[in-house]
């Protein structure tokens, strides 16, 4: 066998050493980008759980019957005239829950809160959306506040499906 011949069977198993490289690479590239998007994806889910279990326990701090919250429930069930400082309390509960409505909009657009969990959040705030308290707020004060994520849009929406639950639950019984 000559140098030249040598010379070429190492440069052809050279050639087939470094196609082999690069292949393995490809294959390891692959699985570790199918366990980045399964990490992703679990990492979502365990979010949008999360997510959606402290805004269950803010609103029945909020709202439950047995709840501490006496200020919500004068706010929202009665025409009783506000004291000062429930009117504060009660601004400051409005900040809050409006404040997670867009929380939760921005983390669905990027992509950290399933579309199902925004949309099951979205229908669990439309019908607060409807007592009289909560939209003079708005307009007098949330609308200045929250401009981005279309967050406004979507109350606007979100108040006009308010109006057809409303007169759903207004209409007189057969």
Do not use: C
Not at 41 to 65: K, M
Request: proline share 2%.
């Amino acid at each position: 066998m000559s140098l030249e011949s040598i010379y070429y069977v190492g440069q052809t198993v050279a050639v087939v050493a470094i196609l082999g490289s690069l292949l393995a690479v490809f294959f390891q590239l692959r699985q570790a980008s199918k366990q980045i998007r399964e990490s992703n994806s679990q990492a979502r889910a365990e979010f949008s759980h999360r997510f959606g279990s402290r805004s269950a326990d803010l609103q029945l701090a909020w709202f439950g019957t047995d709840g501490p919250n006496k200020t919500m429930m004068k706010a929202l069930l009665t025409a009783d005239r506000l004291t000062h400082e429930e009117q504060f309390e009660f601004g400051v509960q409005m900040a809050i829950f409006f404040g997670t409505l867009n929380e939760s909009e921005l983390f669905n657009q990027r992509g950290l809160l399933d579309d199902e969990v925004a949309r099951l959040r979205r229908q669990f705030y439309g019908p607060y959306l409807s007592f009289p308290r909560v939209r003079k707020w708005w307009e007098r004060q949330g609308q200045d506040f929250y401009l981005e994520a279309g967050v406004s849009e979507l109350v606007e929406k979100m108040m006009a499906e308010g109006d057809s639950w409303q007169m759903l639950r207004e209409r007189p019984k057969s």
